[in-house]
């Protein structure tokens, strides 16, 4: 296993921690909330520098004239997991670019229920959720056809429910210990503020390519 695997799993596990301690408090107990982030931040950051260093240095930010005006309608969704990115398409043109992270084990397609991988191929976003666990979701058509098949031939469970959505709807003021970190089961996770976009821009029956 990677060393950064072990760091991503100890931060996540870090971070559950903190959100249940905030849980049990009182909404105006700011003073708890911000030792938590402080102890949080101390702690997550040695470990995961390097790791967040990569992450924010493997990203283009969108054109500039993408971000203003009216942009044409998205043809395609296209995410490359190595460079953890999200694109918009439309046709050969990137509308926007996002960030995004993926499961404790990003490499390869998935498999099985629970193998913590992300499916690649082609796929349809075919509905969404307003009210999910997480800041809005919508839906990959995982497994397809081929999929179903390899599943049936090995005895395995595809899974299922392969979503792009933004944060754990608990995150509040923990939304930054989730930045540049694979914390997902292989769904594909952006920012709110992201998914806001994803949500407003993209149509139910667009296709989604997923690239290694």
Same mark, same amino acid.
């Given at each position: 296993?990677?060393?950064?695997?072990?760091?991503?799993?100890?931060?996540?596990?870090?971070?559950?921690?903190?959100?249940?301690?905030?849980?049990?408090?009182?909404?105006?107990?700011?003073?708890?909330? @911000?030792?938590?982030?402080?102890?949080?931040?101390?702690?997550?950051?040695?470990?995961?520098?390097?790791?967040?260093?990569?992450?924010?240095?493997?990203?283009?930010?969108?054109?500039?004239? @993408?971000?203003?005006? @009216?942009?044409?309608?998205?043809?395609?969704?296209?995410?490359?997991?190595?460079?953890?990115?999200?694109?918009?398409?439309?046709?050969?043109?990137?509308?926007?670019?996002?960030?995004?992270?993926?499961?404790?084990?990003?490499?390869?397609?998935?498999?099985?229920?629970?193998?913590?991988?992300?499916?690649?191929?082609?796929? @349809?976003?075919?509905?969404?959720?307003?009210?999910?666990?997480?800041?809005?979701?919508?839906?990959?058509?995982?497994?397809?056809?081929?999929?179903?098949?390899?599943?049936?031939?090995?005895?395995?469970?595809?899974?299922?429910?392969?979503?792009?959505?933004?944060?754990?709807?608990?995150?509040?003021?923990?939304?930054?210990?989730?930045?540049?970190?694979?914390?997902?089961?292989?769904?594909?996770?952006?920012?709110?503020?992201?998914?806001?976009?994803?949500?407003?821009?993209?149509?139910?029956?667009?296709?989604?390519?997923?690239?290694?």
């Amino acid at each position: 296993m990677r060393p950064w695997v072990s760091i991503r799993s100890s931060l996540r596990q870090l971070l559950y921690a903190i959100n249940e301690l905030v849980s049990y408090q009182v909404d105006g107990n700011r003073m708890f909330r @911000t030792l938590c982030l402080l102890i949080a931040t101390l702690l997550a950051w040695p470990a995961a520098a390097d790791e967040l260093a990569m992450a924010n240095t493997r990203y283009e930010s969108v054109p500039e004239s @993408t971000k203003t005006g @009216t942009s044409p309608p998205v043809s395609e969704v296209v995410v490359r997991k190595g460079d953890r990115e999200l694109l918009l398409m439309s046709g050969e043109k990137i509308l926007r670019r996002y960030r995004i992270s993926l499961g404790d084990r990003p490499e390869g397609h998935k498999l099985w229920e629970g193998d913590e991988r992300t499916p690649e191929g082609r796929y @349809t976003l075919d509905w969404r959720n307003p009210n999910s666990d997480y800041y809005k979701s919508i839906h990959i058509s995982y497994p397809n056809a081929e999929d179903l098949e390899l599943a049936r031939a090995w005895g395995l469970d595809p899974g299922g429910e392969i979503m792009i959505h933004g944060l754990p709807n608990e995150a509040d003021d923990m939304a930054f210990a989730y930045e540049g970190l694979d914390w997902t089961d292989g769904c594909i996770a952006v920012s709110n503020q992201a998914m806001d976009e994803i949500w407003s821009l993209v149509s139910d029956g667009t296709e989604i390519r997923i690239l290694p």
